[in-house]
Structures are given as C-alpha cells and as structure tokens.
C-alpha cells in the first residue's frame, strides 16, 4: 500500500499520517498548505477524463491514514469501482474492513430537503472527515431554477466542509473542454480540471490547476497518466526559472578536435547528426570517446533500438577503429547504460519527463546520449517540441550532465531548431571522388567560435588518436 503513494518514502508517510493528502506526491509536496484549511474540492471534467480515478486517490490516501471517508455516489456499483480502483493498486475493501472508507449509493433526490435530510442522516452515522459526491450532476437536475442551484451549490455545499471539520470533494461531469461550473468554482478551495485528447492515436490526458486558495500555482497543466497498480501518475514538467551555469571542463579526445572546439563542459549540449541513409559510425564514435575519455558514465537512450542491437553497434563501431576483445567490452560495460524507449507510445510531455526520470533514477550519470532524435521531432508540432526541449537541457544543465543528441538530418527546419540551442554541432558527411566513397569529413561548429570543416584525413588521424588512446585504457588496467 505505501508503494501506492508515489515514491513517499516511510519517513514521510509516518510525518504526514496525521495531515489531510492529496495522495500524490508532487501534489502533496507543492500544495498540501491548502488542506489544512479542510477545503471544498472540485473535480471537474469530461467523461473518461480520470475524475472518479482521482476522487478515490484522494479518498484512500485520507482513509489509510485513519480519516473517515464517507463517499456518496448516486449512480456506481460498489463492486465495480472497487475491482478498477483495486486494478490500479487502492485497496478499498481493506480501508472499508478498517472503517475508514464507507461507500453509500442513494437514489437521486427529489427535492433540496430530501437531499440535506439525507445527506446529513448519512453524516450523522459516519462521522466523516472527507465527504465525496461522485458526481454532483444529478443533483443539478433537482431544480431548473438557477438561482436555487446557485443556493445549494454555494451554501449547501460550502458549508458541508465546516459541518463536518474536514473535507469535501465534488466530482462534476461535463460534455467537452468548456466546462461551465462558475457557481462552484467561485466557492471551492481547489478546482482541477481533467482533460483528455487523442495525441498520435493514444488518450493524452492532463491535470489543469485552476485555482488552489492561497497558493501560487506556477504550473498550469501536467500531464498524467493512469497505470495499473500506480492510479494517477503526474509528470510535472522541470521549470527553471534561470539558466544554470557551465561545470566542470572535459578534455577533448583529438588534436583537431581541440584546435577547433578547444574544450566542452559537463552541462553543455551537443547536436550531432548525419545523413539518414549514410548513418556513420564516426557519430557514435566521438562522442562515446569524450566520455570514456574523460571517465564519464554515460546513459544512452535509443527511440529505436533495443539495449543489446545498441551495444553491439558501439562495439562494432570501436571495432571499426581496431578496438575489440573482451576488455573493450567490459570498459562499455562499467560506463553505459542503455535504455530503449517508444517514442509513439508518449505524448511529448510524457517522454521528456519519462526521460529525466530515468536520469534521475540512475546514481552518477554525466552523459546522456539520446538516439534519434529526428524521429520525435517528426511526430511532433515544432513549437511544442522546442518548448519541452529547451527546459529539458536546462534541467540536465542544472545536473551537471552533457547531453549529446544524435539524429538523422531530415529536414532544414528541424536541423536548425536543434542547432538554435545546442553549444556544438557535428554534421558529418560521406565524400565521394569520382563515384567512390573515399572518407567522412564533419562540419564543426562550437558557441564563440567560426565554422571548421574536418577533412577525412585529419578525421582519420583523429580516429587514430582515439584509439590509441582507448587502447591504452583498456589493457592497462
């Protein structure tokens, strides 16, 4: 039950078991000031949108911690919400068994009096701190008079959360984006609005923050998903406010190298790409000599290759430079991880937070090498894809980590947004004489500097350098 809460650890869980929570970390870390005001909730959204998924987050994360949840529906079956919230990993029927969560299904009422006599009967023998109302649209249809609606919205309701000293939540149900609930949101402490979209033919759904009582929300929208065994889970995007300096200096593999780049940091980001039918191993081979050169561990995280396929291709490319044998592959093997992701299985947002995530899980990562990169930028609208770019480099900056990104060039446009921002660029080309492939050269370009064009030969007697240089590293261990 702990590892449903979001990463908490056991220290935490035990400091906040007697505080309300929202039941989601980055939630209850940015915005838990506003539960001790024992706060109207409303949840608002679409159908399909995770309102109910969330509703019940809420509620169980309160029920284990020993606060009574009275959860008032007028249309669930109990068992079915009970094997969907069991699917992604809360265990009603043991906070039920605990007396902690009551789940209570009343016919739709009448009249505003039938309701409050049984709402407050209903109070009266549950003792709730947390009451739910799962969906209050129901209760909408009581009147059609709009001012007696705005009545027992915004007293009923609102009043609700005093009477009982707690907790109140309202899930509403809406048809499209524009969801008219003005009469409510003016009342409630917290509103958030689920959103859903079908993103390269997947749900993208997105938790809107449209007002929380007395916080400053800096962060609109964020992107969640609802996995089995977790329930919701958020990926709040990095947002840096300032641009974080350069780090420590590295030392460059090659002579050329240094004469036309001198030298590169830890928190710079380096744009290498290559033609998409002329995939050169000389792509691969700088950067991963930068870093075995200078001891770095390295992720490399390929869109589309598996772990193993990506391996081999290092060690083919080293092979290529004469460096093979069983001490090669232990040097790969102590400094690169290799993960493998679907970019199409994501929404732009959640790749790039799935992406900082896996940085954050591995300990002592100083490169992280993303392959290919052209493909994501194809799937996705150009502004977006600069926007979630741009502050996914500041946040590896920010840890210190050089990030190489490598792609085919396929197109003008995207060639030169990935340019826009990087510190280096490495454009390798094939060089044909009479017909005949006879070398690669590179074309070069480092912040504060002028543009230099590696010629196949000073690019061959830099692969030799490198060599050599590996070599050395490799047998004398």
């Known amino acids: 039950m ?10 935490i869980w035990l400091g906040l078991l007697k505080d309300y929570v929202f039941g989601i970390e980055w939630l209850d870390k940015n915005f838990s000031s506003v539960l001790k005001l024992k706060p109207l909730i409303l949840i608002a959204g679409c159908p399909g949108s995770g309102k109910t998924v969330l509703a019940c987050t809420i509620s169980y994360a ?10 008032i529906t007028f249309h669930e079956s109990k068992e079915k919400l009970f094997k969907i919230m069991s699917d992604l990993g809360m265990n009603l029927n043991d906070v039920e068994v605990r007396g902690t969560f009551n789940f209570v299904k009343i016919p739709i009422p009448l009249s505003i009096d039938n309701l409050s006599d049984t709402i407050f009967k209903l109070i009266s023998k549950y003792s709730p701190e947390v009451v739910v109302f799962d969906t209050i649209n129901p209760i909408m249809t009581i009147t059609k008079d709009e001012s007696v609606r705005r009545v027992l919205l915004q007293n009923f309701f609102y ?14 149900e809406s048809i499209g984006e524009d969801i008219n609930l003005s009469n409510i949101e003016f009342i409630a402490d917290v509103v958030f609005i689920l959103k859903q979209r079908i993103s390269k033919g997947l749900i993208s759904r997105s938790l809107m923050i449209k007002k929380i009582r007395g916080v400053e929300v800096s962060v609109a929208e964020i992107p969640f998903r609802i996995c089995s065994n977790l329930g919701i889970v ?12 350069e780090y420590e200096e590295l030392e460059l593999p090659c002579e050329v190298l240094k004469k036309v780049v001198g030298h590169i940091h830890k928190s710079m980001y380096i744009y290498i790409t290559y033609p998409p039918d002329a995939r050169l191993p000389h792509a691969t081979i700088i950067p991963l000599s930068v870093a ?3 001891n770095l561990k ?34 790969i ?12 299985a994501y929404s732009l947002d959640e790749l790039y937070i799935h992406e900082l995530r896996l940085v954050d899980s591995l300990e002592d990562v100083d490169v992280v090498v993303i392959h290919d990169v052209g493909l994501v930028a194809r799937l996705s609208n150009a502004s977006e894809y600069l926007s979630k770019l741009y502050n996914q480099l500041n946040y590896l900056r920010l840890k210190r980590v050089l990030t190489v990104r490598l792609g085919s060039y396929v197109s003008d446009e995207l060639y030169r947004l990935n340019a826009l921002l990087s510190s280096t660029v490495l454009r390798f080309e094939p060089v044909f004489r009479d017909g005949k492939f006879v070398g690669v050269q590179a074309y070069v370009w ?27 590293k490799c047998f004398s261990r």
């Open 159 to 172: 009043g609700l959360s005093e009477s009982i000293n707690g907790m109140t939540i309202l899930v509403a």
């Open 446 to 472: 480092r912040r504060g500097t002028t543009p230099y064009i590696i010629t196949s030969e000073e690019l061959s007697r830099c692969l030799e350098e490198i060599a050599e240089n590996l070599r050395r």
């Open 234 to 245: 958020l990926y709040p995007p990095p947002i840096l406010e300032e641009v974080s300096p």
């Open 298 to 331: 390295v992720l490399v995280i390929s869109y589309i290759y598996p772990p193993d396929v990506v391996k081999a291709q290092l060690l083919r490319a080293l092979g290529l430079i004469e460096l093979k044998g069983k001490e090669v592959e232990e040097l």
């Open 62 to 71: 309160n029920a284990l911690r020993g606060r009574k949840v009275l959860y």
């Open 333 to 344: 093997d102590k400094y690169i991880v290799v993960k493998s992701i679907n970019p199409t």
């Open 292 to 294: 075995l050169h200078n």
């Open 2 to 11: 702990i590892k449903f809460l979001n990463e908490y650890s056991y220290t």
